[in-house]
């Protein structure tokens, strides 16, 4: 199925942190589920499978989302009436953006323009 008409919105300032691809796609995917509630439970292989990636990459990026605060992932089980339960999908909620590092602390980068040294033809 393809979304179609369905659109989400993430703030502009996603770019201004350290994400690896990864994270920042498996982020994004978490946003688009939650949609406007914030709370959504995607099983890891539809993780996986919607953002192109193993199952083993989705779980790391998700550790380090959770490391880094931008979302909360609780473990969810499923109880029988026997007793037994059993571990079903997780549950995501999306947390606020945690404060971007001023540009005081960040380093930055200078790019200077060189002119090419190599010799252009000469005319007929």
């Known amino acids: 199925m393809v979304l179609g ?39 890891i292989g539809k993780i996986a499978l919607n953002c192109n990636c193993s199952e083993n990459t989705v779980r790391k990026a998700v550790t380090a989302l959770v490391k880094k605060r931008f979302i909360r992932r609780v473990s969810t089980y499923e109880d029988w009436q026997d007793g037994r339960s059993r571990q079903t999908n997780n549950t995501y909620y999306i947390l606020n953006l945690p404060p971007v590092q001023s540009a005081a602390t960040t380093p930055t980068k200078r790019y200077r323009q060189v002119e090419s040294t190599t010799a252009s033809p000469s005319p007929p």
């Open 5 to 43: 008409e369905c659109f989400y919105q993430m703030s502009n300032t996603i770019f201004h942190y350290d994400l690896t691809p990864a994270e920042f796609m498996v982020y994004s995917y978490l946003v688009s589920c939650a949609g406007q509630k914030g709370v959504c439970w995607p099983s």
